[in-house]
């Protein structure tokens, strides 16, 4: 599909109401914790910003996700989307969104243009509350991962994401004793599951109301 397309599209669907749970209910992980559903003000919870950062390459419309080094950490070596944490210092949710993905992956924020946001999501795990934004660069970015943060960087092209077969059903173990059914989307071999994947249901909702 082509990055012209995709991107005028997108920035007319996301000026509409969002789906929020609807979307994001088709990739959760069974069974259903229902305390990351419409989690908008969560006092105790710290917060977050993700980035879904859609480039060209060749006319395709492609889009990044990091692989986290692995570490001492809840989220160590899972696929994601290139964020982090909001800093006091940081003026909005949009601004660390693009200074985590400039730390993360290199691509420099001035250059990110931001179309909208995506609902926010609650991760129980790790008591972030994510908000995601959706946002574009106009040439193909010569990324530079965080050597202590991201592993690799991973690249998929928006056809691949809205291919019904990409998504798939696996069991993960969360703690020891402890399995869920996760539905996932099947990205260079990865296993895309939990948040990011619930995240990118929303937006193929958003794209396609009856994609789901």
Known sequence: MKFDTVIHRLSSALVEPLPGRLGQMMMAPLPVDESR??????????KGAVLLLFYPDNER?????????SY??????????PGGKWERTDDSMSYTARRETEEEIGVKMENITIL??????????SNFLVTPFVGYVDETPAFVPHPRE??????????????????KLTEVSIKEGYHVSAPYFDIENEVVWGATAMILAELLHVWDPHCN
Do not use: W
């Not at 559903?37 to 105790?44: A, D, Q, T």
């Not at 419309?61 to 080094?69: E, S």
């Not at 001492?72 to 989307?81: E, N, P, R, T």
């Open 37 to 46: 559903f419409g989690r908008n003000e969560l006092p105790s919870a710290k």
């Open 61 to 69: 419309c492609m889009l990044p996700f990091i692989k986290r080094t």
């Open 116 to 125: 909208g946001s995506l609902s926010s999501l609650y991760i129980p795990p």
């Open 72 to 81: 001492d950490g809840i989220h160590a070596g899972q696929v994601s989307f």
């Open 150 to 167: 991201v592993d690799r960087v991973i690249t998929c092209s928006f056809d691949h994401l809205v291919d019904r077969t990409t998504r």
